[in-house]
T-cell receptor
Framework: SQTIHQWPATLVQPVGSPLSLECTVE??????LYWYRQAAGRGLQLLFY??????ISSEVPQNLSASRPQDRQFILSSKKLLLSDSGFYLC???????????FGEGSWLTVV | GENVEQHPSTLSVQEGDSAVIKCTYS??????FPWYKQELGKGPQLIID?????GEKKDQRIAVTLNKTAKHFSLHITETQPEDSAVYFC?????????FGTGTSLTVIP
């Protein structure tokens, strides 16, 4: 069966510091991968998605970036964090676009 | 693009009562409608889904109905229990895009 892992689970970072959140999917090949953010614990905002290695689509302009160095690895990064980057970040995958999306357990980021 | 609206944003019910959450969508090309449950501090988990060629689907205490003509679909939870308390998201999907509703915070009062 397929599983998705993301880490770290919680992170407290000072303003201006870098960020790296990692996500891996097991048990499937060439998945579509996604990064979502939840602010204020409610709505799901799509940040990035990827349909293949090195292919990244950005949905919202911001100081975050995403990379997909391997088929089942997705990384969310920032060079300099802002207070507004605080939130709950969710990695997710699907077999193909429009199909069921499966979420990881999330990473809590607090920028102080 | 697709616009998914979800109501209500918060819902409180007594244990044992039923809960209903409703969503509307705008794109007639949407053909897949999943529902997710998100417990505090966790990622959303798929609980039930329905495709456009089906009008109703049931899984134990939860059911989903779809009205394609009116472009709305609903989640029904019967005999609610405290562990049903969570945030629920609906979604509508076309062949290449996935759109989420804004979520409903359900509280089941023991």
């Amino acid at each position: 069966s397929q599983t998705i892992h993301q880490w770290p689970a919680t992170l407290v970072q000072p303003v201006g510091s870098p960020l790296s959140l990692e996500c891996t999917v097991e048990g499937t090949s060439n998945p579509n991968l996604y990064w979502y953010r939840q602010a204020a614990g409610r709505g799901l905002q799509l940040l990035f998605y990827s349909v293949g290695i090195g292919q990244i689509s950005s949905e919202v302009p911001q100081n975050l970036s995403a990379s997909r160095p391997q088929d089942r690895q997705f990384i969310l990064s920032s060079k300099k964090l802002l207070l507004s980057d605080s939130g709950f970040y969710l990695c997710a995958w699907s077999v193909k676009l429009g199909n069921t999306i499966y979420f990881g357990e999330g990473s809590w980021l607090t920028v102080v | 693009g697709e616009n998914v609206e979800q109501h209500p944003s918060t819902l409180s019910v007594q244990e044992g009562d039923s809960a209903v959450i409703k969503c509307t969508y705008s794109d007639s090309a949407s053909n897949y409608f999943p529902w997710y449950k998100q417990e505090l501090g966790k990622g959303p988990q798929l609980i039930i889904d329905i495709r456009s060629n089906v009008g109703e689907k049931k899984d134990q205490r939860i059911a989903v109905t779809l009205n394609k003509t009116a472009k709305h679909f609903s989640l029904h939870i019967t005999e609610t229990q405290p562990e049903d308390s969570a945030v629920y998201f609906c979604a509508a999907s076309t062949s290449n895009q996935f759109y989420f509703g804004t979520g409903t915070s359900l509280t089941v009062i023991p």
